[in-house]
């Protein structure tokens, strides 16, 4: 636990400190760290988003929920935690009727874009889509 004196026998390398060892990993870790949070900077300076929140809202629930687009890898991986989100069936524009029955859709889910029209989901490619939703609305089905 305390530190050993060094003699003229020790030699630097043999000889234990474990203070410096220890302060020795903490920088290593720190310096780590900061080269990481040097990069997302440089991210965020070149322009290119990591984040893109917008509001979500269902008809019938009176709070929208805040989701991270960026998050998502495509339109099915939106559908699905919109499904856990709110438990229900979702329709939209590019679903296989072989994914789930269409019989059983209670809502369809629509965006606004910056214009402020609302559109379908899945009727423009996903990057496309990325540039131009402003807020998700899931609205219930008229039959």
């Not at 000889?15 to 990069?39: A, P």
């Not at 994914?99 to 379908?120: A, F, I, N, P, R």
């Amino acid at each position: 636990m305390g530190r050993r004196r060094r003699t003229k026998k020790d030699s630097p390398s043999s000889s234990i400190d474990s203070n410096n060892d220890l302060s020795l990993s903490l920088s290593l870790t720190i310096s780590t760290s900061s080269l990481v949070c040097r990069d997302i900077d440089d991210i965020h300076v070149k322009g290119l988003r990591t984040s893109l929140f917008v509001k979500v809202y269902m008809e019938g629930i009176p709070i929208g929920r805040k989701l991270d687009m960026m998050a998502h890898f495509g339109y099915n991986d939106l559908i699905k935690t919109l499904h856990l989100m709110f438990n229900t069936t979702i329709l939209w524009a590019k679903q296989d009727e072989e994914e789930s029955d269409l019989e059983k859709c209670q809502y369809v889910l629509t965006y606004q874009d910056h214009e402020g029209d609302w559109l379908m989901v899945g009727d423009v490619p996903w990057e496309m889509f990325l540039s131009a939703v402003k807020r998700l609305k899931i609205t219930q089905i008229d039959r």
